[in-house]
């Protein structure tokens, strides 16, 4: 059998090749053929998907009925590489995509998996409108404190003080406190972790795939390419290590006091979970109160 | 954890054992599964892979007791644990001064 170019080459430099041709157990749920992704080394995005999938796994939801729509950003391409009914859509529009394939398919549950800038600015009215509404959504807002994709610009949930490329001399805004805006919008579940906490990660969105309404976590993740370099605060591996010195799990505390301040401890926890109807219950229970017979609900195609 | 002599019910426990996969292709070298790995069963290699970056090895071949953080940690799905067969520990391995470093 002659061998490949490939071998040939790999043979000199005595590169080791895979020795187990064994499958990944999430290998069914990414689309393999688009690995290794595009996310930096100790990026921590990677994890919330494997996290993601652990979730998903978890919940006992069947694959076709969770939809995964996602933005543009890092994060934004999330469901490119997820094996399931997902949808890559403009910027900052992902949850207003996501309402209408949850209107569309009311037995199907849409996550979106965004980043920060493009949930809490861009689409920052989307957010907090379906937070309003209570939609049947579950939203993974991956945290990583600047615009990375387009080279680190501050964005909403910069802290001050730190170092952005439009803001080199310190970011002088004040950021959003993401939990306290989907609390006081009407969020259901509210839960912030960082990517270190890879169980709790799962176990948050295993409970969010499987609770209706609006629910929202925000996973705090590591950037080493321009947040980290920008600020000199070393790898990924690096704000890891921060992240196990200065996450503070606090499951009661007030969503007011939990502002993220520059380099300062992080308070995390499940810190909302309350019940309330959704918006499709709402609507069926008012026109069907109004009209009687004459009002069918849509139970989707 | 060690013992100064082996527990009455050594025969009874049973350590769970898990085979460790790399994919050293898809890695990055993010270091984080050998620094946390409760059992620092992985190093980073010397060699590079196709990419140019160190990836893991396994360093205590059967010390890997199958609690998968790993595999949920990785941020490159390039290692995963497949659980393996139970086996009862050697009293050698809890006694104190006796246990393999």
């Not at chain 2, 002599?5 to 990055?28: F, Q, S, T, W």
């Not at chain 2, 990836?55 to 953080?69: F, I, Q, R, S, T």
């Amino acid at each position: 059998m002659s061998k490949t170019a490939e071998q040939i080459l790999s043979d000199e430099l005595l590169i080791p090749q895979p020795k187990e041709p064994l499958a990944h157990p999430m290998e069914g749920y990414l689309r393999t053929d688009r690995l290794p992704h595009i996310w930096c080394s100790t990026c921590g995005i990677g994890t919330v998907i494997t996290a993601f999938i652990a979730g998903l796994q978890k919940s006992g939801l069947e694959r076709d009925k969770v939809g995964v729509v996602s933005g543009i950003g890092c994060s934004g391409r999330a469901a490119g590489y997820l094996q399931l009914d997902s949808f890559h859509s403009t910027h900052g529009r992902a949850i207003a995509f996501a309402t209408g394939v949850a209107l569309g398919n009311p037995d199907m549950k849409v996550a979106v998996i965004s980043g920060d800038g493009d949930i809490a600015a861009i689409g920052g009215n989307h957010f907090i409108h379906a937070a309003r509404r209570n939609m049947n959504l579950a939203i993974i807002c991956i945290n990583n404190f600047n615009y990375a994709m387009t080279g680190g610009q501050a964005g909403p949930t910069t802290p001050e003080s730190a170092n952005a490329s439009t803001a080199p001399y310190g970011a002088y805004e004040y950021p959003f406190n993401l939990p306290f805006l989907a609390e006081s919008s009407g969020a259901v579940y509210v839960a912030r972790w960082t990517s270190l906490h890879v169980r709790r990660v799962t176990n948050a969105i295993a409970e969010a795939l499987v609770k209706p309404g609006f629910s929202f976590i925000e996973v705090i993740a590591p950037c080493p390419t321009l947040y980290a370099r920008r600020n000199r605060l070393g790898s990924g591996l690096d704000l890891m290590r921060f992240y196990h010195d200065n996450a503070v799990i606090d499951h009661n505390a007030d969503t007011r006091d939990i502002d993220i301040e520059y380099q300062k401890k992080i308070v995390v926890g499940k810190f909302v979970d309350k019940e309330k109807p959704t918006f499709l219950e709402n609507k069926d229970a008012v026109l069907s109160a109004k009209l009687g017979d004459k009002y069918i609900p849509y139970k989707g195609a | 954890m060690a013992y100064w002599r082996a527990p009455l019910d050594l025969k009874k426990v049973e350590v769970p054992h898990g085979d460790i996969h790399i994919n050293i292709e898809h890695c990055k070298g993010c270091n984080f599964c050998v620094e946390y790995c409760p059992r620092e069963v992985l190093e980073m290699s010397v060699e590079f892979n196709r990419k140019g970056y160190h990836y893991p090895n396994v360093l205590k071949e059967g010390a890997c007791v199958n609690c998968n953080l790993c595999e949920m940690i990785c941020p490159e799905f390039s290692i995963f644990v497949l659980e393996g067969k139970t086996r009862h520990p050697e009293a050698d391995e809890v006694i104190k001064g006796k246990e393999k470093s």
